[in-house]
């Protein structure tokens, strides 16, 4: 984490982003799932998905049909850029990429194990500082790949 002489701890983009990254999928229930992408894309956000444009809601539908509020789920990072912007009200703004790879496992159970499901993604974001005086995902564009492992 970046120090802010005087002042608080300064979050580094690409530690902020797997953070909350990591939030949505980990979510268990509704009101969490809601909780973390509310709190990561903001209400205006433009975001392009596998190369289509599509809104804040149809994005958030597609991540909850990932996720079919799984018992658990593992979600590790292969890589991450960033570009830093400025510091806003102690907030670091900029753009940040990300590489994740999301193995979620499922309420159901097929011959005694969970079901389960993984989501490739690469997603570069343009974090910043909103009218809320929180960081926000103002622009995304995310590849992403999911299947049903067997």
Known sequence: MTTNPGGPEIVPLNLWTENHITAIYKATNRADFD?????????????????????????KLQLVGEKFFERSADVSFVGSVQREGKIVDYIQ??????????????????????????VNSSINAVVAAVHSGTPKVTELNEI????VNR
């Open 144 to 147: 992403a790949v999911d299947h």
């Open 35 to 59: 909780k973390a992408f509310d709190e990561f894309i903001d209400k205006n956000a433009q975001i392009t998905l596998n190369g289509r444009k599509i809104g804040r809601e149809e994005y």
């Open 93 to 118: 703004t900029g753009d940040v990429g990300v590489f994740f790879k999301a193995t979620v496992f499922g309420r159901l159970f097929y011959r005694g194990a969970p079901v389960s499901s993984t």
